[in-house]
């Protein structure tokens, strides 16, 4: 009877050993439970940059903030800082805010750094740019407000960026600023005070493609296309330099300017394709330097 007492202690000792260990902790941290290939940041409150370092896939676990109005505020500083190439972060819909008048950048991703995916969160109130990085970059469905108090913009990213589902308001430069090669889609740039949405001059051979955007009330151009760059299906309404800047080589396609102060379209050596324009204070439709407009009309 003995043995057979001990066998069964033993055996219910083993089981709750084991459920413990494969139930986990009981008292988890807050936030969405992620898959275990993921990494989970805590950023905690007044405790930045948070600084990734390493290739991966990363999740928000809380917001990012700067400390306003702290009794031991930190040093001037950025948000995120992301250094290595091949990350991808999911804000998880958590905000990353920064002090106005006291900050850096809400994210920023180090030149050297590339094939980085950013997604799913909000940056607002930081003194220089909101998002700023090198080549490679991708941004999906982030919404980037009130950034460059002290200089910068909204996004900021070199060549062959991909801008998606974002939206960019109220920042103190231009809402969306990408190099060569990138792709711009479904975004809103609104109340900017530089360019709407502006791509690089100077990249002919390989141009960047903007479509289903819309700039409206930006004190810049709706769209400055630079060299090279295919802007279709986008609007431009009330910005206050033009609705539309063509450089050479640049295409808008099905694109509409109204209401702006300026040209709806002026376009140099560059073609206007089945567009129209309406109550701009300048010319609806500006061609210089054999630019051409196909099948697209102005206003009366």
């Known amino acids: 009877m003995r043995h057979r007492d001990m066998l069964c202690i033993g055996s219910a000792l083993f089981l709750a050993i084991a459920t413990t260990a494969m139930g986990g902790d009981l008292n988890p941290p807050p936030g969405q439970v992620a898959p275990t290939n993921r990494v989970i940041l805590y950023p905690g409150f007044n405790n930045l940059p948070v600084v990734i370092d390493e290739p991966g896939s990363y999740v928000l676990g809380g917001p990012v903030l700067d400390c306003v109005g702290c009794l031991n505020p930190l040093p001037p500083t950025s948000g995120i800082v992301i250094s290595a190439s091949d990350v991808t972060l999911d804000c998880n819909g958590f905000q990353i805010v920064g002090a106005p008048a006291d900050s850096f950048n809400g994210i920023f991703i180090d030149a050297p750094a590339t094939n980085v995916v950013i997604r799913n969160g909000t940056v607002r109130d930081w003194s220089n740019?909101?998002?700023?990085?090198?080549?490679?970059?991708?941004?999906?469905?982030?919404?980037?407000?009130?950034?460059?108090?002290?200089?910068?913009?909204?996004?900021?990213l070199s060549s062959e960026a991909r801008v998606v589902g974002c939206t960019v308001v109220n920042n103190n430069g231009a809402g969306v600023f990408v190099g060569y090669g990138s792709v711009v889609e479904g975004c809103t740039a609104s109340g900017n005070i530089g360019d709407g949405i502006h791509t690089v001059i100077g990249a002919t051979v390989n141009g960047s493609v903007v479509r289903g955007c819309v700039a409206r009330g930006n004190a810049g151009t709706g769209f400055s296309l630079g060299d090279g760059t295919v802007a279709s299906d986008c609007a431009a309404?009330?910005?206050?330099?033009?609705?539309?800047?063509?450089?050479?080589?640049?295409?808008?396609?099905?694109?509409?300017?109204?209401?702006?102060?300026?040209?709806?379209?002026?376009?140099?050596?560059?073609?206007?394709?089945?567009?129209?324009?309406?109550?701009?204070?300048?010319?609806?439709?500006?061609?210089?330097?054999?630019?051409?407009?196909?099948?697209?009309?102005?206003?009366?």
């Open 129 to 156: 740019t909101g998002i700023i990085g090198g080549s490679g970059v991708t941004l999906e469905n982030m919404r980037v407000i009130g950034n460059g108090s002290q200089g910068g913009g909204g996004i900021e």
């Open 237 to 300: 309404t009330q910005n206050g330099a033009g609705g539309f800047v063509l450089a050479p080589g640049a295409l808008a396609s099905t694109c509409t300017a109204a209401l702006n102060t300026g040209d709806g379209f002026n376009a140099v050596n560059a073609l206007v394709l089945g567009c129209s324009a309406a109550l701009n204070t300048g010319s609806d439709i500006a061609l210089s330097f054999a630019a051409e407009a196909i099948n697209s009309h102005d206003s009366p």
